[in-house]
């Protein structure tokens, strides 16, 4: 399974929720999350990896700084991970 599978699975089932979702691109970040989710009125960051693939140091701090700021970031990396995150 691939990074990819895991961000189309979270797009799908964020949609047959009636949830949007978002691909974002950051200009002068690195270490962003790659998606943002807008499902029944919570929203949050996504930061995709194929089955047990880790953050990179940038990308941890990034998120550490997000949060710092109120931001909720979730890093997932499974299918069952996706379903978590949508409870």
């Excluded at 691909?23 to 790659?34: E, Q, S, T």
Aim: hydrophobic share 35%.
């Amino acid at each position: 399974m691939f990074e990819s599978d895991v961000e189309r699975y979270l797009v799908d089932r964020c949609k047959a929720r009636g949830g949007e979702v978002r691909k974002v691109r950051w200009i002068g970040r690195h270490g962003a999350p790659d998606r943002r989710v807008m499902l029944n009125g919570v929203c949050f960051w996504v930061e995709l990896k194929a089955p047990g693939e880790r953050c990179k140091p940038h990308q941890i701090r990034e998120h550490a700084r997000m949060r710092k700021h109120g931001e909720r970031v979730f890093v997932i990396d499974s299918l069952e991970g996706v379903d978590e995150v949508l409870k």
